[in-house]
């Protein structure tokens, strides 16, 4: 939540200033994750004309920083608790006395711990009294849990546990009413002003001519007053909806839970405690809870301590804070807190609503609306005091044709009606002259593509809940207006995409991966789980890497049946190929115990463990990147279960019989290992230890198939007829990559001849920064990158001036998807911390699905230019009549009442008709817009003019 030091954000405006033309640069506002300072400067500028109305849409920066108070609070208030109990803890060890388990006074007859000692605990981060209950098993006793099977899954079990230790839901917080928005709506200068006027023309009206004819003046402005607020007010209500409606969806996290020893899915509000939950790396810790047992696991707790520290979990220090993210390694935990017990619940059940963010589009709308607002109030003070000048010297007349004003005739009364008068028209400029239905009309043109793209079956945000049913009824209806205008705003980006950066696995292709070919003890495997003629021994060493070094699970259910098997899609192949091969998971895990995990993550490309097979050895196993675990082998199994050194000879075969796999689009995988004696492994620090990974022994190879989507190719050809090029960027081989992009059509013949256009993550990252940006145009397919090469990339192509799109469905990604002006994760298939990063979540996972957001985000940026057009035109109209009336006659062609009439139908009217128009396939011909095309172009200023000049 940190915002960089202003010492980086002012240059960058400043040279934003003097780049772009003066008036729009002041608000071009990065899209994403702008800094805090650079934000609340914008509203200075802004603040002229209406902070309170022109915010409406945007990002509340009051709220942001009441987030963090609270936050603050609660956390105080946590130490707190915890202080309060090591005192009386430190007390009662004085007294000899301390905690057992069955001295827990029970809350219930079921249970021998209550909710109180539990809430204690859990603040209680150093463990002192997880220690006096017996550790996690203890715990989990006490909770009536099972630290392998977790709890059953019979609904009157869960219920009981709800009723005693609570649900993992908070209450909401209590929406703003409907007056609450009328009274913000009423606290608009403009109106404010109008409202004075409007009272002050009544009260003088009745005086002067009669409460029967005098009402009508000031009575018809307050009528239009108060349209304009019930419109603004109806309107701020249905947006407050729309916020609510999308946070609730966006909490309602799936997670996975083993109950009754399986692994299943439940709604993160359905976790009870005493579940076990396991947790990788992308996961939100779900509730507090224990650490049962884990490997390398990491935590990022910045969003409840606001320390940005990763924070690493094992049994020194066990205790997880709900709301916090797994940023490495796996594990799994014992839920001890839920819903408000937790400080997360206690935070978000006191926060109101979702912080907003800052729309590009609407900050640019803003600018060009200020900017007309204050030529208005500039105006209205000209003819203000223009028309002041003509009464007060006698050159107005009275409709009759008589001198409005004659000095030391005209009764002081009169003479002040009549100056109000002039000061309600003014006023009424100005309002006219401030297009506040530039936000309503983006609202109005996002909401309905919104509706439609749901026809169009295209995606966005968590819709899991809804079916095609309710989808069409009414209420519904109301509820897609309301999910999508935050994120929308996206949408509205996408549209002006120049590229896309898109990952491999899971985007373009379906994620499904079976292990197709294997290559083991130097033979091919034919078919691939034709284990026949492998020696036993090195076929037991393989089983037992695949089935020790995972993070994955099989599960066999009690009545038989086929094994079920867990984990990321790539352990899932290789799990069901050992299966194949003749596996036995449990019995192989119960063989030999595991020392030391280092789990497989994108940077390493490589998974290791540690497993100690007998009183004097340990073997080491690797798995990973093929031609990477290769580097570091060292010798390779015959077929007669002999080792032979590698010579140069067998690694050129063996590196072939690799490319020939990756050339046909196979991810490759190899397992080898390496035996060390256990008085080498040190003990005492084995979270420490550094696995060896070099002079391994080869075990043998696997190439795992992902198949391409259906439909990518077309899409992809798509994007590069609407002038947007796609590139991938994966972690997987670069021949791997090459071919799947020939696959989607990514890469074609001519273009493979190049050599830029095909890089390797770790050729990029050691260029020198400007050399980045060179390149950066022309790669098409960057392969065997790290999460932050892809970061890298998306800024150098920022920095070219690109607007950047990434997908992508992994951990690996997040980084990318959190630096790109528009961020699409996967929705079936993207982590936590995925979507959490991205913009738009892509529900079926769908490469064409992004297409039409590139369509409908274009379409929405189209109308909202025409609808600029259309308000410029009939304001800056009506500015220039008005002023040039003032001037020359004295009086102004329309009064302020059907000034009022004509703002409000302009703004509502005009925003509904221009919204609604549906994309056009010529918008998909269309170059992209890119950053730097001003929102109002000159064609526009063209028109404008031209229109002016007809009318
Ligand atoms: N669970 C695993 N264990 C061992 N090696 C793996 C595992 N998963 C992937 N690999 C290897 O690591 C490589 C890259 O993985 P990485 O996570 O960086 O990319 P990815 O996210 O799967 O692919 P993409 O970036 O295309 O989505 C793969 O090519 C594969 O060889
Ligand atoms: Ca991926």
């Given at each position: 939540m940190a915002s960089p030091p202003p010492e980086v954000a002012v240059p960058v405006d400043e040279e934003d200033r003097e780049t772009?033309?003066?008036?729009?640069c002041a608000f071009d506002?990065?899209?994403?994750?702008?800094?805090r300072d650079r934000l609340r400067r914008w509203r200075q500028i802004a603040l002229v004309l209406n902070a309170s109305r022109r915010f409406?849409?945007?990002?509340d920066l009051a709220r942001d920083e009441e987030r963090e108070n609270l936050r603050r609070i609660i956390r105080a208030h946590a130490q707190v608790i915890r202080a309060v109990f090591l005192f009386k803890n430190a007390g009662q060890k004085a007294l000899q006395e301390s905690y057992d388990g069955t001295k827990f006074e029970s809350l219930?007859?079921?249970?021998?711990?209550?909710l109180e000692k539990l809430v204690m605990l859990n603040r209680d981060h150093e463990a002192i009294m997880l220690q006096e209950v017996g550790g996690v098993s203890g715990l989990s006793d006490l909770l009536k849990?099972?630290?392998?099977?977790?709890?059953?899954?019979?609904e009157d079990e869960l219920l009981q546990r709800r009723d005693i230790f609570g649900a993992n839901t908070y209450p909401r917080k209590k929406r703003k009413s409907i007056w609450r928005f009328v009274f913000e709506a009423c606290q608009d200068l403009t109106l404010v002003i109008l409202m004075v006027a409007a009272a002050i023309s009544l009260s003088l009206g009745m005086a002067t001519e009669g409460v029967k004819d005098g009402w009508y003046d000031g009575g018809s402005i307050f009528f239009a007053v108060f349209l304009v607020i019930f419109v603004t007010a109806t309107s701020d209500y249905r947006q407050s909806l729309q916020f609510q409606h999308l946070n609730e969806e966006k909490q309602n996290i799936q997670v996975e839970v083993i109950r009754g020893g399986k692994r299943v899915g439940a709604s993160i509000f359905d976790l009870v405690v005493g579940d076990v939950v396991p947790l990788k790396i992308g996961?939100?810790?779900?509730a507090d809870g224990v650490l049962i047992s884990g490997h390398s696991l990491a935590i990022d707790e910045s969003s409840m301590t606001g320390e940005s520290k990763i924070v690493h979990k094992d049994q020194k220090a066990p205790m997880l804070m709900s709301g916090?993210?797994?940023v490495d390694g796996y594990g799994s935990m014992l839920v001890t807190g839920v819903g408000t017990n937790t400080e997360w619940g206690t935070l978000m059940a006191n926060l109101s609503e979702d912080i907003g963010e800052e729309t590009p589009l609407q900050v640019r709308l803003n600018g060009v609306a200020t900017l007309i607002g204050i030529v208005g109030l500039s105006v209205a003070g000209v003819v203000l005091v223009v028309l002041w000048i003509r009464y007060f010297t006698g050159h107005s007349n009275n409709?009759?044709?008589?001198?409005a004003f004659v000095a030391g005739t005209t009764g002081a009364k009169q003479g002040f009606m009549g100056a109000i008068s002039i000061f309600t028209v003014a006023v009424t400029i100005v309002v006219v002259a401030v297009p506040e239905g530039l936000p309503l009309a983006v609202t109005l043109t996002l909401a309905y593509s919104m509706r439609k793209m749901m026809r169009d079956k295209a995606l966005v945000m968590?819709?899991?809940?809804?079916t095609k049913k309710n989808l069409y009824s009414s209420i519904n209806l109301c509820f897609w207006f309301r999910i999508q205008v935050r994120r929308l705003s996206s949408c509205e980006t996408m549209g002006s995409a120049t590229t896309i950066c898109s990952d491999k696995t899971?985007?373009?292709?379906?994620?499904?991966?079976?292990?197709?070919e294997a290559y083991l003890s130097g033979t091919k495997l034919n078919p691939c789980d034709?284990?026949?003629?492998?020696f036993s021994s090195v076929a037991s060493l393989l089983v037992e890497g695949i089935a020790q070094n995972t993070a994955g699970a099989v599960f066999s259910p009690e009545d038989g049946g086929a094994a079920e098997v867990a984990g990321s899609p790539t352990e899932k192949a290789i799990l069901s190929w050992g299966l194949e091969i003749g596996m036995n998971f449990t019995d192989v895990r119960s063989k030999s115990s595991v020392l030391r995990v280092l789990p497989f993550n994108s940077v390493k490309k490589r998974g290791g463990v540690a497993v100690q097979v007998s009183d004097a050895y340990v073997h080491i196993h690797w798995k990973g990147a093929a031609e990477l675990v290769l580097a570091s082998c060292k010798s390779w199994f015959s077929v007669d279960g002999s080792v032979h050194p590698m010579s140069s000879d067998k690694y050129n075969e063996l590196k072939r019989f690799i490319d020939d796999m990756s050339m046909s689009s196979l991810r490759c995988i190899a397992f080898a290992y390496c035996t060390c004696e256990l008085?080498?492994?040190?003990r005492e620090d084995l979270d420490k230890w550094q696995l060896p990974e070099e002079n391994l022994t080869l075990l043998g190879m696997v190439g795992i198939k992902d198949p391409c989507r259906p439909g990518v190719r077309d899409a992809v050809q798509l994007c590069s007829a609407a002038g947007v090029k796609v590139r991938m960027v994966t972690g997987d081989n670069v021949e791997t990559a090459k071919a799947i992009a020939f696959e989607c059509g990514i890469l074609n013949a001519k273009d493979?001849?190049?050599?830029?256009?095909i890089i390797e993550g770790k050729v990029f990252r050691e260029m020198s920064e400007t050399a980045r940006e060179e390149v950066a145009d022309k790669i098409t397919v960057m392969a065997r990158s790290s999460p932050n090469d892809k970061l890298l990339l998306v800024q150098a192509l920022k920095r070219k001036g690109h607007v950047v799109a990434v997908t992508g469905d992994g951990t690996n990604d997040a980084p990318a998807l959190h630096e790109a002006d528009i961020g699409l994760s996967m929705g079936?298939?993207?982590t936590e911390v995925a979507k959490e990063s991205s913009?738009?979540?892509?529900l079926d996972d769908d490469f064409t699905s992004v297409v039409k957001v590139v369509r409908w985000g274009r379409s929405v940026y189209a109308n909202i230019q025409k609808f600029i057009q259309f308000q410029l035109t009939v304001n800056v109209a009506a500015l220039v009549i008005n002023v040039v009336a003032a001037v020359s006659?004295?009086?102004?062609?329309?009064n302020a009442v059907e000034l009022l009439w004509v703002n409000l139908i302009m703004d509502t009217l005009g925003a509904l008709a221009l919204a609604t128009e549906p994309p056009t396939d010529n918008l998909m011909k269309r170059h992209p817009v890119g950053r730097?095309?001003?929102?109002?172009t000159n064609i526009m200023w063209r028109n404008l003019f031209i229109q002016l000049f007809i009318r």
């Amino acid at each position: 939540m940190a915002s960089p030091p202003p010492e980086v954000a002012v240059p960058v405006d400043e040279e934003d200033r003097e780049t772009e033309g003066e008036d729009i640069c002041a608000f071009d506002i990065p899209g994403k994750n702008a800094p805090r300072d650079r934000l609340r400067r914008w509203r200075q500028i802004a603040l002229v004309l209406n902070a309170s109305r022109r915010f409406r849409y945007t990002l509340d920066l009051a709220r942001d920083e009441e987030r963090e108070n609270l936050r603050r609070i609660i956390r105080a208030h946590a130490q707190v608790i915890r202080a309060v109990f090591l005192f009386k803890n430190a007390g009662q060890k004085a007294l000899q006395e301390s905690y057992d388990g069955t001295k827990f006074e029970s809350l219930s007859q079921r249970f021998p711990i209550d909710l109180e000692k539990l809430v204690m605990l859990n603040r209680d981060h150093e463990a002192i009294m997880l220690q006096e209950v017996g550790g996690v098993s203890g715990l989990s006793d006490l909770l009536k849990s099972n630290l392998d099977r977790g709890v059953s899954s019979n609904e009157d079990e869960l219920l009981q546990r709800r009723d005693i230790f609570g649900a993992n839901t908070y209450p909401r917080k209590k929406r703003k009413s409907i007056w609450r928005f009328v009274f913000e709506a009423c606290q608009d200068l403009t109106l404010v002003i109008l409202m004075v006027a409007a009272a002050i023309s009544l009260s003088l009206g009745m005086a002067t001519e009669g409460v029967k004819d005098g009402w009508y003046d000031g009575g018809s402005i307050f009528f239009a007053v108060f349209l304009v607020i019930f419109v603004t007010a109806t309107s701020d209500y249905r947006q407050s909806l729309q916020f609510q409606h999308l946070n609730e969806e966006k909490q309602n996290i799936q997670v996975e839970v083993i109950r009754g020893g399986k692994r299943v899915g439940a709604s993160i509000f359905d976790l009870v405690v005493g579940d076990v939950v396991p947790l990788k790396i992308g996961d939100q810790v779900p509730a507090d809870g224990v650490l049962i047992s884990g490997h390398s696991l990491a935590i990022d707790e910045s969003s409840m301590t606001g320390e940005s520290k990763i924070v690493h979990k094992d049994q020194k220090a066990p205790m997880l804070m709900s709301g916090c993210k797994v940023v490495d390694g796996y594990g799994s935990m014992l839920v001890t807190g839920v819903g408000t017990n937790t400080e997360w619940g206690t935070l978000m059940a006191n926060l109101s609503e979702d912080i907003g963010e800052e729309t590009p589009l609407q900050v640019r709308l803003n600018g060009v609306a200020t900017l007309i607002g204050i030529v208005g109030l500039s105006v209205a003070g000209v003819v203000l005091v223009v028309l002041w000048i003509r009464y007060f010297t006698g050159h107005s007349n009275n409709p009759d044709g008589t001198t409005a004003f004659v000095a030391g005739t005209t009764g002081a009364k009169q003479g002040f009606m009549g100056a109000i008068s002039i000061f309600t028209v003014a006023v009424t400029i100005v309002v006219v002259a401030v297009p506040e239905g530039l936000p309503l009309a983006v609202t109005l043109t996002l909401a309905y593509s919104m509706r439609k793209m749901m026809r169009d079956k295209a995606l966005v945000m968590h819709t899991k809940r809804f079916t095609k049913k309710n989808l069409y009824s009414s209420i519904n209806l109301c509820f897609w207006f309301r999910i999508q205008v935050r994120r929308l705003s996206s949408c509205e980006t996408m549209g002006s995409a120049t590229t896309i950066c898109s990952d491999k696995t899971g985007t373009l292709t379906l994620n499904k991966m079976t292990v197709v070919e294997a290559y083991l003890s130097g033979t091919k495997l034919n078919p691939c789980d034709n284990t026949g003629m492998i020696f036993s021994s090195v076929a037991s060493l393989l089983v037992e890497g695949i089935a020790q070094n995972t993070a994955g699970a099989v599960f066999s259910p009690e009545d038989g049946g086929a094994a079920e098997v867990a984990g990321s899609p790539t352990e899932k192949a290789i799990l069901s190929w050992g299966l194949e091969i003749g596996m036995n998971f449990t019995d192989v895990r119960s063989k030999s115990s595991v020392l030391r995990v280092l789990p497989f993550n994108s940077v390493k490309k490589r998974g290791g463990v540690a497993v100690q097979v007998s009183d004097a050895y340990v073997h080491i196993h690797w798995k990973g990147a093929a031609e990477l675990v290769l580097a570091s082998c060292k010798s390779w199994f015959s077929v007669d279960g002999s080792v032979h050194p590698m010579s140069s000879d067998k690694y050129n075969e063996l590196k072939r019989f690799i490319d020939d796999m990756s050339m046909s689009s196979l991810r490759c995988i190899a397992f080898a290992y390496c035996t060390c004696e256990l008085s080498m492994v040190p003990r005492e620090d084995l979270d420490k230890w550094q696995l060896p990974e070099e002079n391994l022994t080869l075990l043998g190879m696997v190439g795992i198939k992902d198949p391409c989507r259906p439909g990518v190719r077309d899409a992809v050809q798509l994007c590069s007829a609407a002038g947007v090029k796609v590139r991938m960027v994966t972690g997987d081989n670069v021949e791997t990559a090459k071919a799947i992009a020939f696959e989607c059509g990514i890469l074609n013949a001519k273009d493979a001849a190049s050599e830029t256009i095909i890089i390797e993550g770790k050729v990029f990252r050691e260029m020198s920064e400007t050399a980045r940006e060179e390149v950066a145009d022309k790669i098409t397919v960057m392969a065997r990158s790290s999460p932050n090469d892809k970061l890298l990339l998306v800024q150098a192509l920022k920095r070219k001036g690109h607007v950047v799109a990434v997908t992508g469905d992994g951990t690996n990604d997040a980084p990318a998807l959190h630096e790109a002006d528009i961020g699409l994760s996967m929705g079936i298939s993207g982590t936590e911390v995925a979507k959490e990063s991205s913009d738009i979540i892509i529900l079926d996972d769908d490469f064409t699905s992004v297409v039409k957001v590139v369509r409908w985000g274009r379409s929405v940026y189209a109308n909202i230019q025409k609808f600029i057009q259309f308000q410029l035109t009939v304001n800056v109209a009506a500015l220039v009549i008005n002023v040039v009336a003032a001037v020359s006659s004295g009086a102004v062609p329309l009064n302020a009442v059907e000034l009022l009439w004509v703002n409000l139908i302009m703004d509502t009217l005009g925003a509904l008709a221009l919204a609604t128009e549906p994309p056009t396939d010529n918008l998909m011909k269309r170059h992209p817009v890119g950053r730097r095309e001003p929102l109002v172009t000159n064609i526009m200023w063209r028109n404008l003019f031209i229109q002016l000049f007809i009318r």
